[in-house]
């Protein structure tokens, strides 16, 4: 892949962005208007920074503040369409793929324990399901508690210094896993894994949003959860050589299984030191003299990034939160419907796919060809993600496109609840579940539609959390093997989503409207005045308007 400048006569170098050198000077009202005459000029949308009362507002808060990337911030700016494709490319390369290293190191101790309980851990530690579920559940409830903290603290030292570090702690209680005794030892590393893992997503996600803008987002997003799937289909190849280690040693396989993944974790968190820049800017360092990008690309990251939304130079990279801010983000009611997305529409889903190596087992599959037979589910998930994100990219839809989720598990749902067959039919029911676990995965939808309308993403993260932690209750051990109590549940929630999100989808577009009215009652001249000097912020301005 090259990235060599443009040739001066190549045709794409001649579209520019933001740019006030080929035009003729105008007044700031001017340059509210488009002159649909000129290609080489750009909306104001396109470049707020176009307005110089603008532009000084903000070179102002980026000087206070001490912004990292202040020193390359150009109102001026120009580059091509070759130029940001190009960028983009390299962006994904550096910063996209080693994400989604990283998030691959995640999944693989989050999710080995389904691998670990196809090898009949629970009896050799003396457990049952509900051990099991209360192990999963005090997971959740810890991972739920250190959100906060963990993006507290992920603010104050900056997350390439945070999320190296997390990785090698979790991965230590990862691979203490190999030595565990029975019921307390497991409730212990279920907690600590919970409260080390926490806050990891969110603050990941706003590391990749110091290169990509609120439109790239959600795309590169789906390539980060596509990982998930990934990860599933790698692991269960792996414990399909691991578990056959049982007796190797006097250990049983799911041990070595715990050891050997938690070790992949560390390599991971250690290169994470090494891999993770602070910003755009800071990518040249001792054991990389020459950085990734040239100057110029590293203004054209920071500007790309700043217009499309000024506020992320609001705080520098090793800047904690205040009280006040957390504060402000938690009560903004207009995110309140995402939140309640996020305690319902990852639910139906989730217990079947943390029974999934236990119910394939109780279905007369051996240990073995229960992980395998995960595969085809993974494979489908991670199609349907990146086509329901792409699909959303293409239609600049959020709330019609991320319902396609609860639509696609609903008929599997019912289908688990009122057929006959479960479980009697053995490759019917294996059907039915990998048709569900097939579905189209909408997280990467939801949390860029999140950023763009609060420029927060952890407070909607803990609601999903919290919605996992009710959703491990839901298959009981009195109700196995067919579930009948729980798939009713999971049905009620499942039909609650979908109404969920179309109330999302109504109550953004009357916010919309309710602001376009009291927008269209200023003047020209006090619209002009108001961007130039509200105080306001985010979704709080009178400009703003809704994602949907």
């Avoid at 799911?254 to 820049?277: D, Y």
């Amino acid at each position: 892949m090259s990235y060599q400048p443009l040739a001066p006569d190549d045709p794409e170098d001649q579209k520019s962005y933001g740019s006030l050198d080929s035009i003729p000077s105008r007044g700031s009202e001017s340059l509210l208007t488009v002159d649909s005459g000129s290609d080489n000029e750009v909306t104001f949308e396109d470049n707020p920074f176009l307005d110089p009362d603008t532009a000084s507002h903000w070179r102002q808060v980026y000087e206070s503040c001490q912004y990292e990337c202040r020193h390359v911030f150009n109102p001026k700016l120009t580059w091509s369409v070759r130029e940001e494709k190009e960028l983009i490319r390299k962006l994904d390369w550096k910063v996209c793929l080693w994400a989604c290293v990283m998030f691959f190191g995640l999944q693989v101790d989050r999710g080995n324990l389904s691998q670990a309980v196809s090898d009949n851990m629970l009896d050799d530690l003396g457990l049952d399901t509900n051990d099991y579920n209360y192990g999963h559940s005090l997971f959740l409830v810890s991972f739920l508690l250190s959100e906060l903290p963990s993006q507290l603290i992920s603010k104050a030292i900056g997350p390439d210094r945070w999320i190296p570090m997390q990785m090698v702690f979790w991965s230590l209680v990862a691979i203490s896993q190999c030595s565990l005794t029975g019921r307390t030892s497991f409730m212990i590393t279920r907690s600590l894994l919970g409260f080390l893992e926490g806050g990891f997503i969110p603050d990941l996600v706003l590391w990749l949003s110091y290169f990509y803008t609120s439109r790239e987002l959600p795309i590169r997003l789906s390539y980060f959860w596509t990982t998930l799937s990934v990860t599933g289909i790698v692991t269960s190849l792996l414990a399909f050589a691991l578990l056959h280690l049982r007796g190797f040693l006097g250990f049983e396989g799911w041990r070595w299984l715990f050891l050997v993944e938690g070790s992949i974790t560390l390599c991971v968190g250690i290169a994470s030191f090494f891999m993770m820049p602070a910003s755009a800017v800071q990518t040249k360092t001792w054991f990389r003299p020459t950085g990734w990008f040239t100057e110029r690309e590293e203004a054209i990251v920071v500007n790309r990034v700043l217009r499309d939304d000024p506020s992320k130079g609001d705080m520098h990279n090793r800047q904690a939160l205040t009280p006040k801010r957390l504060w402000e983000a938690l009560k903004d009611y207009d995110l309140w419907p995402l939140y309640i997305i996020g305690l319902c529409a990852y639910v139906p889903q989730s217990p079947p796919k943390n029974y999934l190596t236990l119910i394939l087992r109780s279905l007369g599959f051996s240990t073995f060809n229960t992980n395998l037979l995960t595969i085809p589910a993974d494979i489908c998930h991670i199609i349907n993600l990146i086509l329901i994100t792409r699909l959303s990219e293409w239609l600049n839809e959020r709330s019609l496109i991320a319902i396609l989720q609860p639509l696609w598990t609903l008929p599997c749902i019912f289908a688990l609840r009122f057929w006959g067959g479960v479980v009697e039919d053995t490759w019917g029911t294996y059907a039915i579940i990998m048709t569900l676990l097939s579905y189209p995965y909408c997280h990467a939808i939801l949390v860029g539609w999140c950023s763009k309308n609060s420029n927060n993403v952890g407070t909607r993260t803990m609601s999903v959390q919290t919605g996992g932690v009710y959703s491990a209750y839901i298959y009981r051990d009195d109700d196995k093997p067919t579930y009948r109590r729980g798939n009713t549940v999971l049905l009620f929630i499942n039909l609650l989503s979908i109404l969920v999100f179309l109330l999302t989808k109504l109550y953004y577009v009357w916010r919309n409207k309710q602001k376009e009215r009291e927008w269209n009652t200023l003047t020209e001249e006090q619209q002009v005045e108001y961007r130039r000097t509200t105080r306001l912020q985010g979704s709080r301005r009178l400009d703003f308007r809704f994602a949907h």
